[in-house]
């Protein structure tokens, strides 16, 4: 069973540009959620979608948005790089949509974004 | 408002050794405990969760964490450190209302000599 897969994996962007980032969950699942990390803030959670809905979102400005497909599938994206949005970018599923108690999550291995 | 504090930025110990990280929470409500492990160019990894019950949790790859209420506390430990147990380990922190939003910390960075 194919894990949780992100592209691209890697991807160098300048400031001004926007960036989309795609994330196909594991077969099944249903919620996908979308992470930022980076050396100086760590992990931090930016939003949750379960069945084309955002259900969560974490205090990031409005440049970042995401979106879920019918097939499960997300993209995320930012508009206006700077460069603190250089990150690893990562996405989890999960197969339940009610939250971390019945659901685990599994990530996928990121896409790396550098903004110049 | 909820927080994660792991202290140690960098662990180094010798192979067969045993090992101790440290979790530190802030939760108003009930709280969800998570360890997550993070090779090089990897996605995170599922150690152990606590959500209620026994404190003693058993995870895969032979760890272990013990959910301390009075101290705040989600420690995880191994008996004996293999090599291969060279990583980055989170500690995060959820809850009910909180759906799959977790609050991680900022990691704690193994080593492992031989």
């Known amino acids: 069973k194919a894990g949780v897969t992100q592209t691209p994996r890697y991807l160098i962007k300048t400031r001004g540009q926007q960036v989309t980032l795609s994330c196909s969950p594991i077969s099944g699942h249903r919620s996908v959620s979308w992470y930022q990390q980076t050396p100086g803030q760590g992990l931090q959670f930016l939003f949750e979608y379960f069945s084309e809905t955002q259900r969560n979102k974490g205090n990031f400005p409005g440049r970042f948005s995401g979106r879920q497909f019918s097939n499960s599938r997300s993209e995320m994206n930012v508009s206006t790089l700077e460069l603190g949005d250089s990150a690893l970018y990562l996405c989890a599923s999960s197969l339940a949509g009610t939250g971390v108690r019945t659901g685990e999550l599994f990530f996928g291995e990121g896409s790396r974004l550098t903004v110049l | 408002a909820q927080s994660v504090t792991q202290p140690d930025i960098h662990i180094t110990v010798s192979e067969g050794a045993s090992l101790e990280l440290r979790c530190n929470y802030s939760?108003?409500?009930?709280?969800?405990l998570f360890w997550y492990v993070q090779s090089p160019g990897q996605g995170l990894q599922l150690l152990l969760k606590y959500f209620s019950g026994d404190t003693l949790v058993q995870g895969i790859k032979g760890f272990e964490a013990e959910f301390k209420r009075s101290q705040s506390s989600f420690n995880l430990r191994k008996p004996s450190v293999h090599w291969s147990d060279a990583a980055e380990y989170f500690c995060a922190v959820g809850g009910d209302n909180s759906g799959y939003a977790l609050n991680f910390g900022k990691g704690t960075s193994l080593l492992v000599t031989p």
């Open positions: 939760y108003g409500a009930t709280p969800y």
